[in-house]
């Protein structure tokens, strides 16, 4: 129950991440600095990699989940003591947590 209730909050925090990064109004001036710098090279696989990224809720909801339960397993030396197959798999449900709220926000109307 425990892991599941970790799981459930660190996929809050991904997902509260993945806002802030993605739709507000906090990181409109880094969005438009990099669509700015995509535009001087437009064919750049690694640029328009980038600029997708950050536009794509569940591209970058992947890796801040991922980054969120990094620091988490690190936090709580976890890294150590689990197996890495079951902490790959904490982060993958991490991560499900966060997609199914970006899906559930996607279809609130009056935003």
């Not at 991904?14 to 438009?32: C, E, M």
């Not at 710098?37 to 992947?62: E, I, N, Q």
């Amino acid at each position: 129950m425990d892991r599941l209730m970790t799981t459930l909050l660190l996929g809050l925090a991904a997902y509260r991440a993945t806002r802030l990064v993605v739709h507000d109004s906090i990181g409109d001036r880094l969005r438009l600095k990099l669509e700015i710098w995509h535009a001087k090279r437009h064919t750049s696989a690694v640029r328009t990699f980038l600029r997708d990224l950050v536009a794509c809720p569940y591209c970058a909801g992947w890796w801040l989940s991922t980054a969120t339960a990094l620091v988490w397993f690190t936090a709580t030396g976890s890294w150590g003591r689990d197996p890495l197959g079951l902490l790959a798999v904490q982060a993958w449900a991490v991560a499900g947590v966060q997609a199914l709220l970006n899906r559930w926000d996607d279809t609130r109307t009056g935003e």
